[in-house]
């Protein structure tokens, strides 16, 4: 009888438990990674480099998301309302207070803490599907609230503002795209560091030791409450980052841009790069990306359902996402070193 | 007191919408433990598949039956073809493979019966009912048809060997198989069943908010807040929370100022959410008592 029970205890853990050292990738890899990415966009258009920047800003989302769900193994659907705080926050700011953007990114990361912080407080006692609808509700909300007649002087309403687009500083020989790429990289890279350390501070550990069980957590002396909305509001900061990086690479931002659809590609890009794994999430933005595109040129009646086949086939392949591959790929590697 | 006794009952009329997708949510929950996207797809889905009956001559009760039949058949082989493969992953990746399906029936969908909006019959006419202006009787029928369907599920699940089967196999599924229970089956029985309930309510729904492909994507998101407000747990509590969201939603609308119908939704999700403040299982759910 107890054995059944345990079964049923196990069968609630929304999110398996990954050893915090699986969460990222060697040096060497990480170094090899971060070659290339300040290498490839001199050699390539300034469309591609747009999307390279895109990439990036998503991949910052999803890595929020992998923090908070990967890491204190909370769901949310509300990613998107968070991401659209940071997008309004810099452009109103850069538009009508005239801030430099690169200042306004730090703005934007403390108030979208201070927003997720504080919105983790009631979520607290929610978990699981609960959470996630509350999480949906805040996502649904948000276009709406941007559209309100009284914030319409700052928001513009539903036309939304325009973004100027930053030159590049010091009188640096390269086009905006360009030096925009490299500022996001700058800001990613550092964003990603500090995620990394999170984790593997006393805090990440508070993160996962309530991820695998929250009740076992709390007797060891974990505060759960704290943790657990301090990675809300973390995961916000970083979302709202991604928000800002996205509303001056897009140039324009609008309450319909940051719809519910933005939450669930996020989520998809979370899955797809492996639940828990950090460099998977900048695996999940090129799928969230690139796989719709790809799924309009096969073809443009039936994109939807390409693009669901092509996902069914990613997760029956590997339904552990990006991480599976990279495990396999590192067991190849310690196989051949052997021989 | 007028506008207030009117709106309640234009709410019970909505409600008994969500009532229906709320009870196919709950039914599914039941059998695999995971909120499913793409029910209100799938739904959609089953009510072209009657609709496209009809034009081709079948009388509304002889269509009703075979979608009926065609959506458990389809749901069943859904479970065993798309989704019995990930049994075994990750929740989340379930989650993905919902978000999948949706996306495939709901392109599909609009290739085979393209996106203009459709007229769909109703069997109980639309009169208004017994003199009121606010509850036709399509409506009214709409409530019969779920209480109905709700007594039909309750004496099944309480009274029948295979309901309490699917009770076992969904509650305690290692010791349902020690008795000799085939769980796998049963969840493909409750996914054909959650099919059929999906399908009844979108062929319910159709002639209130017209056929498209993309009329469930509200009412799904109404189905869902009612399923979890009345707690997942519970198919009584399920329709009685479709209720409560129909009305919560017509109350807001009229009593709240400066609230369009935009606002409309966010104001009744954070109701709900205020109420799974208080009461973090639904107002009728199981309190789940988990091991460390």
Same mark, same amino acid.
């Given at each position: 009888?107890?054995?059944?029970?345990?079964?049923?205890?196990?069968?609630?853990?929304?999110?398996?438990? *990954?050893?915090?050292?699986?969460?990222?990738?060697?040096?060497?890899?990480?170094? *090899?990674?971060?070659?290339?990415?300040?290498?490839?966009?001199?050699?390539?258009?300034?469309?591609?480099?747009?999307?390279?920047?895109?990439?990036?800003?998503?991949g910052l989302a999803v890595l929020a998301l992998n923090i908070l769900t990967g890491g204190s193994g909370q769901f949310s659907l509300g990613q998107?309302?968070?991401?659209?705080?940071?997008? =309004?926050?810099?452009? *109103?700011?850069?538009?009508?207070?005239? !801030?430099?953007?690169?200042?306004?990114?730090?703005?934007?990361?403390?108030?979208?803490?201070?927003?997720? =912080?504080?919105?983790?407080?009631?979520?607290?006692?929610?978990?699981?599907?609960?959470?996630?609808?509350?999480?949906?509700?805040?996502?649904?909300?948000?276009?709406?609230?941007?559209?309100?007649?009284?914030?319409?002087?700052?928001?513009?309403?539903?036309?939304?503002?325009?973004?100027?687009?930053?030159?590049?500083?010091?009188?640096?020989p390269m086009s905006q795209d360009m030096w925009l790429y490299y500022f996001t990289l700058i800001v990613t890279v550092a964003i990603y560091i500090f995620s990394v350390n999170l984790l593997r501070s006393r805090s990440g550990r508070a993160f996962m030791a309530i991820r695998?069980?929250?009740?076992?957590?709390?007797?060891?002396?974990?505060?759960?409450?704290?943790?657990?909305?301090?990675?809300?509001? *973390?995961?916000?900061?970083?979302?709202?980052?991604?928000?800002?990086?996205?509303?001056?690479?897009?140039?324009?931002?609008?309450?319909d841009s940051y719809t519910i659809t933005l939450a669930i590609s996020l989520f998809l890009g979370m899955v797809v790069g492996g639940v828990g794994w950090l460099p998977g999430s900048f695996v999940g933005a090129a799928f969230i990306i690139f796989v719709p595109n790809m799924a309009e040129s096969i073809s443009k009646g039936l994109s939807g359902a390409v693009f669901g086949v092509l996902l069914f086939l990613v997760i029956y392949l590997v339904p552990h996402g990006a991480r599976q591959v990279a495990i396999l790929g590192q067991q190849l590697v310690g196989k051949l070193r052997k021989n | 007191m007028e506008l207030f006794t009117n709106q309640v009952l234009a709410?019970?009329?909505?409600?008994?919408?969500?009532?229906?997708?709320?009870?196919?949510?709950?039914?599914? =929950?039941?059998?695999?433990d995971h909120l499913n996207f793409a029910q209100g797809e799938m739904a959609m889905f089953s009510t072209f598949i009657s609709w496209q009956l009809m034009?081709?001559?079948?009388? =509304?009760?002889?269509?009703?039956? !075979?979608?009926?039949?065609?959506?458990?058949?389809?749901?069943?082989? !859904?479970?065993r073809i798309l989704f019995k493969p990930l049994a075994k992953a990750p929740v989340l990746t379930n989650v993905a493979g919902f978000i999948a399906l949706f996306a495939i029936i709901n392109s599909s969908a609009g290739l085979i019966w393209d996106f203009t909006i459709k007229?769909?019959?109703?069997?109980?006419?639309?009169?208004?009912?017994?003199?009121?202006?606010?509850?036709?009787?399509?409506?009214?029928?709409?409530?019969?048809?779920?209480?109905?369907?709700?007594?039909?599920?309750?004496?099944?699940?309480?009274?029948?060997?295979i309901g309490l089967a699917m009770r076992a196999a969904a509650s305690v599924p290692e010791s349902a198989r020690l008795v000799g229970i085939n769980t796998s089956w049963m969840i493909a029985l409750g996914w054909g069943m959650a099919t059929a309930i999906g399908s009844i309510a979108g062929m319910l729904i159709a002639p209130v908010v017209f056929l498209e492909p993309n009329m469930m994507g509200g009412v799904l998101i109404y189905g869902f807040a009612a399923a979890v407000l009345g707690g997942l747990s519970s198919p009584f509590g399920a329709v009685v929370g479709g209720f409560l969201v129909g009305i919560f939603e017509n109350l807001a609308g009229t009593y709240i100022p400066g609230v369009g119908n935009e606002l409309k939704l966010p104001i009744a999700l954070a109701l709900i959410i205020s109420v799974l403040v208080v009461k973090p299982a639904g107002l009728f759910g199981r309190h789940i008592v988990k091991r460390v």
């Amino acid at each position: 009888m107890s054995a059944a029970e345990e079964v049923v205890a196990e069968g609630h853990e929304a999110v398996e438990a *990954v050893p915090k050292r699986a969460m990222t990738l060697g040096t060497g890899t990480s170094l *090899v990674v971060l070659a290339a990415l300040l290498i490839v966009p001199m050699f390539v258009k300034n469309f591609i480099i747009f999307q390279m920047t895109m990439l990036l800003i998503y991949g910052l989302a999803v890595l929020a998301l992998n923090i908070l769900t990967g890491g204190s193994g909370q769901f949310s659907l509300g990613q998107s309302a968070f991401y659209a705080v940071g997008a =309004y926050v810099s452009a *109103v700011l850069m538009e009508h207070a005239n !801030i430099n953007y690169a200042l306004t990114i730090p703005i934007s990361a403390a108030v979208c803490f201070a927003f997720g =912080y504080l919105f983790g407080k009631p979520a607290l006692r929610l978990s699981g599907v609960y959470l996630a609808l509350a999480t949906f509700a805040l996502a649904t909300a948000m276009p709406q609230l941007l559209k309100l007649n009284f914030l319409e002087h700052w928001t513009g309403g539903v036309q939304g503002l325009v973004v100027t687009k930053p030159d590049a500083p010091f009188g640096l020989p390269m086009s905006q795209d360009m030096w925009l790429y490299y500022f996001t990289l700058i800001v990613t890279v550092a964003i990603y560091i500090f995620s990394v350390n999170l984790l593997r501070s006393r805090s990440g550990r508070a993160f996962m030791a309530i991820r695998d069980n929250e009740i076992a957590a709390s007797s060891m002396g974990v505060n759960v409450a704290l943790y657990k909305t301090l990675a809300f509001g *973390v995961s916000a900061g970083i979302t709202g980052v991604a928000g800002s990086l996205g509303a001056i690479a897009v140039q324009f931002v609008a309450p319909d841009s940051y719809t519910i659809t933005l939450a669930i590609s996020l989520f998809l890009g979370m899955v797809v790069g492996g639940v828990g794994w950090l460099p998977g999430s900048f695996v999940g933005a090129a799928f969230i990306i690139f796989v719709p595109n790809m799924a309009e040129s096969i073809s443009k009646g039936l994109s939807g359902a390409v693009f669901g086949v092509l996902l069914f086939l990613v997760i029956y392949l590997v339904p552990h996402g990006a991480r599976q591959v990279a495990i396999l790929g590192q067991q190849l590697v310690g196989k051949l070193r052997k021989n | 007191m007028e506008l207030f006794t009117n709106q309640v009952l234009a709410g019970i009329a909505t409600g008994a919408i969500y009532a229906c997708m709320a009870l196919a949510v709950v039914m599914i =929950y039941q059998a695999i433990d995971h909120l499913n996207f793409a029910q209100g797809e799938m739904a959609m889905f089953s009510t072209f598949i009657s609709w496209q009956l009809m034009q081709w001559g079948v009388s =509304y009760w002889a269509a009703f039956l !075979i979608t009926l039949a065609f959506s458990f058949v389809a749901g069943i082989a !859904i479970e065993r073809i798309l989704f019995k493969p990930l049994a075994k992953a990750p929740v989340l990746t379930n989650v993905a493979g919902f978000i999948a399906l949706f996306a495939i029936i709901n392109s599909s969908a609009g290739l085979i019966w393209d996106f203009t909006i459709k007229q769909y019959p109703t069997p109980f006419g639309s009169a208004p009912f017994l003199g009121s202006q606010l509850i036709s009787t399509h409506q009214a029928g709409m409530i019969g048809v779920t209480v109905l369907l709700l007594l039909g599920l309750y004496f099944f699940f309480q009274y029948t060997r295979i309901g309490l089967a699917m009770r076992a196999a969904a509650s305690v599924p290692e010791s349902a198989r020690l008795v000799g229970i085939n769980t796998s089956w049963m969840i493909a029985l409750g996914w054909g069943m959650a099919t059929a309930i999906g399908s009844i309510a979108g062929m319910l729904i159709a002639p209130v908010v017209f056929l498209e492909p993309n009329m469930m994507g509200g009412v799904l998101i109404y189905g869902f807040a009612a399923a979890v407000l009345g707690g997942l747990s519970s198919p009584f509590g399920a329709v009685v929370g479709g209720f409560l969201v129909g009305i919560f939603e017509n109350l807001a609308g009229t009593y709240i100022p400066g609230v369009g119908n935009e606002l409309k939704l966010p104001i009744a999700l954070a109701l709900i959410i205020s109420v799974l403040v208080v009461k973090p299982a639904g107002l009728f759910g199981r309190h789940i008592v988990k091991r460390v």
